[in-house]
């Protein structure tokens, strides 16, 4: 797959005095980090013919995430990928921009547990290196699809997920690391927004695919020390993943190839 997607504006700014003032507001390590970072793409197997499946889109992927905790921009970029557009993580993190006015950290008592941060619904907040509290939702990554020219709509239940596979649009989702049981907390950002989140393993993913039983997920994370097994493309039964959904509000989105919509 190779990008049809042009958008000098956009990329200009990483020349010159931009590129400098992009490092000011990531900071010069994350800055240097992207800079000297590789995508190597990968091309799994589907698990079976993908014709047995009532919808099935052929989705992108590569080996790893881009940091430990990028999994929003790593998601983003596979399903811009299969749809021609180059997507590199600092232009995603240019394009949402980073909340730093806290650093985000989490309050456990008798209420329940309290993530405090920035806005999530509006910014990417947190240390993507090294805070496992670091993280956006949706209504934020919808701005990274528009800008490199995707259309985008919000998905909230089964049967727009199936919709928009039907469709062939991809459907961007958080949920919980391989769908596994999750501690709930609650997300208050600084101007007093609240969200639905999960504390320890939050995740983001794509759907690609589904049946009457499963939903068919590809998720770059791979293979890691929390599971060297895990695949690239695998499947999850209907009543797991919209149980594993909802603990995030079941925020997702569907993006399609430019002109789709």
């Known amino acids: 797959m190779t990008s049809s997607h042009h958008r000098p504006t956009r990329r200009s700014l990483f ?3 931009a590129a400098l ?8 390590r994350h800055a240097a980090a992207e800079t000297t970072s590789m995508v190597t793409e990968n091309f799994p197997q589907p698990l079976r013919d993908p014709s047995t499946y009532a919808a099935y889109v052929p ?3 590569k080996t790893g995430q881009f940091a ?12 811009m990928k299969t749809f ?7 232009e995603q993190l240019e394009i949402i921009g980073v909340d730093r006015e806290i650093e985000p950290y989490y309050v456990e008592n008798d209420d329940g547990v309290f993530v405090y941060g920035g806005d999530i619904s509006r910014h990417f907040c947190g240390d993507w290196e090294t805070n496992f509290l670091a993280r956006s939702r949706g209504s934020a990554m919808r ?8 259309p985008v709509r919000t998905v909230k239940d089964r049967k727009e997920i199936e919709q928009s596979l039907d469709r062939d649009r991809l459907i961007w989702i958080k949920t919980t690391v391989d769908f596994k049981p999750w501690v709930q907390a609650t997300w208050i950002a600084s101007n007093g927004k609240e969200f639905p989140v999960v504390l320890g393993n939050d995740h983001a993913l794509i759907v690609m695919g589904y049946d009457a039983d499963v939903v068919v997920i590809r998720d770059v994370l791979g293979p890691t020390s929390s599971n060297w097994e895990r695949p690239y493309e695998y499947e999850v039964p209907w009543d797991q993943f919209l149980t594993c959904w909802a603990a995030q509000g079941s925020d997702g989105l569907a993006v399609g190839a430019k002109g789709s919509f």
Do not use: N
């Open 15 to 17: 020349t010159g005095s």
């Open 21 to 28: 003032a992009l490092g000011s507001l990531l900071g010069t």
């Open 59 to 61: 989705a992108a992927s």
């Open 68 to 79: 430990h905790y990028t999994c929003e921009f790593d998601a983003s970029w596979a399903v």
């Open 84 to 90: 021609g557009v180059e997507a590199p993580l600092a």
């Open 143 to 150: 701005r990274v699809f528009k800008e490199f020219g995707l």
